[in-house]
């Protein structure tokens, strides 16, 4: 079984001519709105101005979430290991205190004491 037939059917092409750093950061920045390259180069092709930056912004963003799950998954990891090191030995490291009181703070969106 085939696929389904599409909606809008495209059947015609262009061509341009990047260089390899072109090529490479179309790709990534197709890869942070979180579509493929053709998809991203068509939207900025026929997208007006203010979509454009609009899109922009809003891949920046998705890309500034990514990060920010990034490092809250390599912070909880290190918080587990330092839980199980205390766990273990019956040893606390030191500034452990603080460095969870300056994590309390920025979790509940004061900022750095």
């Known amino acids: 079984m085939g696929r389904p037939p599409k909606d809008i059917k495209r059947d015609r092409q262009i061509s341009i001519r990047l260089t390899d750093n072109e090529l490479a950061e179309i790709v990534t920045r197709a890869g942070a709105a979180g579509t493929t390259p053709t998809e991203y180069g068509r939207t900025r092709l026929l997208a007006g101005r203010n979509t454009l930056m609009r899109s922009l912004a809003t891949a920046e963003v998705a890309q500034q979430e990514r990060l920010v799950q990034i490092h809250l998954r390599r912070l909880?990891?290190?918080?587990?290991?330092?839980?199980?090191?205390?766990?273990?030995?019956?040893?606390?490291?030191?500034?452990?205190?603080?460095?969870?009181?300056?994590?309390?703070?920025?979790i509940s969106g004061r900022g750095l004491p």
């Open 76 to 106: 909880g990891n290190l918080l587990n290991q330092m839980v199980r090191h205390m766990h273990q030995t019956g040893e606390v490291l030191p500034d452990v205190v603080s460095l969870l009181t300056e994590l309390r703070a920025i």
